[in-house]
C-alpha cells in the first residue's frame, strides 16, 4: 500500500515537473502537441491560445462556458500539459499577465468594453470615438501578443525570398493589397494573388522553393486562401501567415505565424491592428535592405 502511495506521488511530482515553467513554454507545448489532442482538448487549447486571459482571470465555470466545454475537461487539459489541476495552469497564467504589467487581460477588456458600447444608443459623432477606443485596445494587445523576435523572423523572410506572393480575400483583401503594393515599393518582387477571374491557384502554380507566400486570413477563413497555401507547401515555399489563431487552418502549416486581433465595435470589424502590423513589415524590410 505504501509503496503504492509513494509510487502515484512519484507520478505526480514527475508530472508537475514536466510541466511548462512559463506562457512562453506554455505556448510552445500547446503548439508542438497540438495534432495530437483529441478534438475536444483541441478546442480547449484554443481558447487557452486565443483568450489566455479567460484563464487568467475568470473562474472555472465562466471560462468552460465560454469556450463551451465541460469544467471537467479543462482540468483533464491541465493534467495533459502536465500541471496537477487547472489552478497552476490558471495561476503561471495569471503571472504572465502580470508581468506584462495589465490589470485586466484583452479579452476581458474587450467585453467590457463592447458591453457598454451596446448599452447605449449613440450619435453619429461617437461612432469615431467608439472606433478608435476598439482599435487603441487592439493595438495594445498587438504590442504583446507579437513579439520582437518574430517581427524580425518574418523581415527575414521577406528578405530571403526571391519572389513574394501575397494572399488575401474578402475581409483580408485590403491589407493584402496594401502589402502587395508596399513591398514592390521597396523593391521586392511581389505576386498579388487576389482571386480575379478566380486565377490565384493558376498564379500560385509558379512558386518554387526559394519563394515565400504571405497569407492573410481570419475567421471565418476563406478557403481559396487554404487551398493556396497547400499549393505554397507542395512546392516547397515557405510560408508567412497574418490571422488571428496560431492553431487555425492558415496556421496550421505555416513556417512563421503573426497573430493580430482586430477590433469588433457593433458588429463591425476594423482592420487598425492588421494594417499596422502590415507597415511594420514594409518599413522593417526597407531597413533591413537599406543596410544591406
Known amino acids: 500500500m505504501q509503496s503504492a502511495s509513494r509510487g502515484r506521488l512519484g507520478a505526480r511530482r514527475a508530472s508537475q515537473d514536466s510541466a511548462p515553467k512559463n506562457t512562453v513554454e506554455l505556448r510552445a507545448a500547446i503548439l508542438e502537441r ?9 478546442q480547449i487549447a484554443r481558447h487557452v491560445l486565443d483568450h489566455p486571459d479567460d484563464l487568467a482571470l475568470e473562474t472555472l465555470t465562466v471560462i468552460a462556458e465560454r469556450a463551451k466545454v465541460q469544467p471537467s475537461a479543462i482540468v483533464r487539459f491541465a493534467k495533459t500539459m502536465g500541471f496537477s489541476g487547472a489552478s497552476p495552469m490558471q495561476r503561471l497564467l495569471r503571472d504572465g499577465l ?47 501578443s507579437v513579439v520582437k523576435s518574430e517581427v524580425k523572423k518574418a523581415i527575414e523572410l521577406l528578405d530571403e525570398a526571391a519572389t513574394l506572393y501575397v494572399m ?108 499596422c502590423l502590415a507597415q511594420t513589415l514594409v518599413v522593417g524590410l526597407a531597413f533591413e535592405r537599406e543596410g544591406e
Open 34 to 42: 497540438y495534432e495530437s489532442f483529441s478534438g475536444r482538448l483541441q
Open 98 to 144: 502580470l508581468a506584462h504589467h495589465a490589470t485586466l487581460g484583452y479579452g476581458e477588456r474587450v467585453r467590457r468594453f463592447n458591453a457598454s458600447v451596446d448599452r447605449t444608443r449613440s450619435e453619429s459623432g461617437e461612432v469615431l470615438s467608439e472606433f478608435i477606443a476598439g482599435d487603441t485596445l487592439a493595438l495594445q494587445n498587438l504590442r504583446q
Open 168 to 275: 488575401g480575400v474578402r475581409r483580408s483583401f485590403p491589407v493584402a493589397s496594401y502589402l502587395a503594393y508596399s513591398l514592390e515599393q521597396v523593391g521586392k518582387r511581389a505576386v498579388f494573388l487576389n482571386g480575379t477571374g478566380g486565377l490565384p491557384q493558376r498564379q500560385a502554380s509558379t512558386m518554387e522553393p526559394r519563394d515565400l507566400l504571405v497569407a492573410i486570413s481570419f475567421h471565418p477563413y476563406a478557403q481559396e486562401t487554404i487551398d493556396v497555401i497547400k499549393t505554397a507547401i507542395g512546392a516547397g515555399a515557405k510560408v508567412l501567415a497574418i490571422s488571428d489563431s496560431l492553431v487555425g487552418p492558415v496556421a496550421k502549416a505555416a513556417t512563421l505565424v503573426l497573430q493580430v486581433r482586430d477590433s469588433e465595435v457593433r458588429k463591425f470589424r476594423s482592420l487598425g491592428a492588421s494594417f
